[in-house]
């Protein structure tokens, strides 16, 4: 929403059409697989962001203006709201302006660039295996020996030499021991798995496969084949053999792989910094919302999926609607990306635009052609830094935070880049007639379902998703093969994404 004498329309008050489609349960949605979905509203106007001032799942949307307050005259410009200074600008057509936004895959492409431009620069660490968990390796892994670096048992049982039946040494051999004495022909020893082979041992004799008589010599009791159960040096890699290429992402089994070679640290890209700006004087950290107050969702979602995103969240702050606050974090923050949420749009303590422009900053999204969240913002602020402004409604602000911040962070952390794949919607989604939608869905088999409480203020239908689809402008029929995002918890599992 925005403020009252912005909006060009007389009822301010006007229900949100895709959170009115979301509370409309259990309702089928019209067309038959390979039908076209007609969008529930006409022209060019957003359907979801007009009252965006609703910030952070707030309730009251004649406060709007702030954070994600939409001015229509606006959308999509470079330097967002009308000012004095921007003389000539405020009576233009909104729909004209609107057109400038930048399209969905376009924005991600632009973030995923600005990421790669500042990759590799004094991005490079030593660290320990304990904290490397989760980087891109920045240069290859080569073995430092060979693997496994001598002959080794690859059973309990006993090493022998020649042919049976064999005289047992009384002194087995033990993983860990140092070289034993090698064996004659005729001749036996107990070895445990992983202990050091004798030299001149035939092969290894299995536990189960051999029998002593009662003059204590063993006997077997299946052919031996020179070699068996030996594992040879150099069988899985000699020293200088490349393991893994640089950009590997570094796994528990990168970890294993890598002390197995002789690792205690690795070469490694660092994890990109963030700070974190949450923006916003009507929100509480604590409580039940009153008094006009509500509860900050953001500040609790938006670090622990960052850190899911590869990133080192270095601070949050809680800065209200100050613009000098504002300007002042920005400007001293020495991280590698600023996020802030809410503000992005025109409204009277909409702060980022006058921000960025106030610091010279380089517009590279100004908006951008999706629902929820079409006043998100990219800029650069410095060559080795960016900021992503989100949309201070939270299922708009993790719309944000997929399209923009992650294929930014993606690219600074060197982190490869998922495959892409699509599945059958099992209903009909209602598409904006312009824009790309993303919608929680659950996967279940090979279809995906669309949630519902699916609007820009919603975080009920996240928090039950598996992954977002990417409806196409238009809409998407029911069986429509569409794109998934998927969340990072629903493929790496929390324990492993939040670490």
């Given at each position: 929403m925005t403020a009252r004498g912005i909006r060009d329309e007389p009822d301010a008050d006007d229900l949100d059409v895709e959170e009115a489609l979301a509370l409309v349960k259990d309702q089928p949605h019209p067309g038959r697989a390979g039908e076209h979905v007609p969008a529930p509203a006409t022209g060019a106007d957003s359907p979801d962001d007009r009252h965006t001032g609703d910030r952070h799942g707030g309730t009251d949307r004649r406060s709007g203006g702030r954070h994600g307050g939409t001015d229509r005259r606006s959308d999509g410009r470079n330097g967002g709201a009308d000012t004095p200074g921007d003389s000539g600008r405020s009576g233009r057509d909104t729909r004209h302006a609107r057109h400038k936004a930048t399209p969905w895959p376009e924005a991600r492409a632009i973030a995923a660039r600005a990421g790669r431009a500042r990759a590799g620069r004094d991005t490079t660490v030593?660290?320990?295996?304990?904290?490397?968990?989760?980087?891109?390796?920045?240069?290859?892994?080569?073995?430092?020996?060979?693997?496994?670096?001598f002959d080794t048992s690859a059973m309990d049982g006993w090493a022998v030499a020649g042919p049976g039946p064999w005289d047992v040494r009384e002194t087995g051999v033990l993983a860990g021991n140092a070289e034993p004495e090698p064996l004659s022909d005729g001749e036996a020893v107990r070895i445990a798995t992983g202990a050091r082979v004798p030299a001149d041992t035939t092969a290894v004799?299995?536990?189960e496969h051999g029998r002593t008589d009662d003059k204590d010599r063993l006997h077997a009791t299946r052919e031996i084949v020179p070699g068996q159960d030996i594992r040879p040096r150099g069988q899985e890699c000699r020293k200088g053999d490349q393991l893994l290429a640089a950009g590997a992402l570094v796994t528990p089994a990168v970890l294993g792989l890598a002390a197995a070679a002789g690792?205690?640290?690795?070469?490694?890209?660092?994890?990109?910094?963030?700070?974190?700006?949450?923006?916003?004087?009507?929100?509480?950290?604590?409580?039940?919302?009153?008094?006009?107050?509500?509860?900050d969702a953001l500040g609790p979602l938006l670090p622990p999926w960052l850190r899911a995103l590869g990133a080192e969240v270095t601070s949050v702050r809680r800065l209200g609607d100050d613009a000098e606050a504002l300007y002042t974090a920005v400007t001293t923050s020495e991280a590698d990306l600023i996020v802030t949420t809410g503000g992005t749009a025109a409204g009277p303590v909409d702060h980022v635009h006058p921000t960025l422009r106030r610091i010279g900053a380089e517009l590279l999204v100004d908006g951008v052609k999706v629902r929820p969240g079409h006043p998100m913002l990219l800029a650069r602020l410095k060559e080795d830094q960016h900021l992503v402004g989100l949309p201070g409604n939270p299922l708009a602000a993790v719309s944000g935070l997929l399209t923009l911040a992650e294929p930014l962070l993606r690219a600074l952390a060197a982190h490869p880049v998922p495959e892409r794949y699509s599945l059958p919607l099992r209903d009909a989604v209602h598409g904006h007639p312009h824009d790309t939608r993303l919608v929680p869905v659950v996967?279940?088999?090979?279809?995906?379902?669309?949630?519902?409480?699916?609007?820009?203020?919603?975080?009920?239908?996240?928090?039950?998703?598996?992954?977002?689809?990417?409806?196409?402008?238009?809409?998407?029929?029911?069986?429509?093969?569409?794109?998934?995002?998927?969340?990072?918890?629903?493929?790496?599992?929390?324990g492993v994404c939040f670490t």
């Amino acid at each position: 929403m925005t403020a009252r004498g912005i909006r060009d329309e007389p009822d301010a008050d006007d229900l949100d059409v895709e959170e009115a489609l979301a509370l409309v349960k259990d309702q089928p949605h019209p067309g038959r697989a390979g039908e076209h979905v007609p969008a529930p509203a006409t022209g060019a106007d957003s359907p979801d962001d007009r009252h965006t001032g609703d910030r952070h799942g707030g309730t009251d949307r004649r406060s709007g203006g702030r954070h994600g307050g939409t001015d229509r005259r606006s959308d999509g410009r470079n330097g967002g709201a009308d000012t004095p200074g921007d003389s000539g600008r405020s009576g233009r057509d909104t729909r004209h302006a609107r057109h400038k936004a930048t399209p969905w895959p376009e924005a991600r492409a632009i973030a995923a660039r600005a990421g790669r431009a500042r990759a590799g620069r004094d991005t490079t660490v030593s660290v320990s295996l304990t904290d490397a968990l989760g980087l891109s390796l920045a240069a290859p892994l080569t073995a430092l020996t060979d693997l496994p670096s001598f002959d080794t048992s690859a059973m309990d049982g006993w090493a022998v030499a020649g042919p049976g039946p064999w005289d047992v040494r009384e002194t087995g051999v033990l993983a860990g021991n140092a070289e034993p004495e090698p064996l004659s022909d005729g001749e036996a020893v107990r070895i445990a798995t992983g202990a050091r082979v004798p030299a001149d041992t035939t092969a290894v004799l299995r536990s189960e496969h051999g029998r002593t008589d009662d003059k204590d010599r063993l006997h077997a009791t299946r052919e031996i084949v020179p070699g068996q159960d030996i594992r040879p040096r150099g069988q899985e890699c000699r020293k200088g053999d490349q393991l893994l290429a640089a950009g590997a992402l570094v796994t528990p089994a990168v970890l294993g792989l890598a002390a197995a070679a002789g690792y205690d640290t690795l070469t490694a890209v660092r994890r990109p910094r963030v700070d974190l700006l949450v923006l916003g004087d009507e929100l509480l950290t604590e409580g039940l919302p009153r008094e006009g107050l509500i509860r900050d969702a953001l500040g609790p979602l938006l670090p622990p999926w960052l850190r899911a995103l590869g990133a080192e969240v270095t601070s949050v702050r809680r800065l209200g609607d100050d613009a000098e606050a504002l300007y002042t974090a920005v400007t001293t923050s020495e991280a590698d990306l600023i996020v802030t949420t809410g503000g992005t749009a025109a409204g009277p303590v909409d702060h980022v635009h006058p921000t960025l422009r106030r610091i010279g900053a380089e517009l590279l999204v100004d908006g951008v052609k999706v629902r929820p969240g079409h006043p998100m913002l990219l800029a650069r602020l410095k060559e080795d830094q960016h900021l992503v402004g989100l949309p201070g409604n939270p299922l708009a602000a993790v719309s944000g935070l997929l399209t923009l911040a992650e294929p930014l962070l993606r690219a600074l952390a060197a982190h490869p880049v998922p495959e892409r794949y699509s599945l059958p919607l099992r209903d009909a989604v209602h598409g904006h007639p312009h824009d790309t939608r993303l919608v929680p869905v659950v996967l279940r088999g090979d279809q995906a379902v669309p949630l519902h409480y699916n609007g820009p203020a919603m975080l009920r239908g996240i928090a039950a998703a598996d992954a977002l689809a990417v409806v196409p402008p238009g809409g998407a029929a029911q069986g429509r093969e569409t794109e998934m995002l998927d969340l990072p918890w629903a493929t790496g599992g929390i324990g492993v994404c939040f670490t």
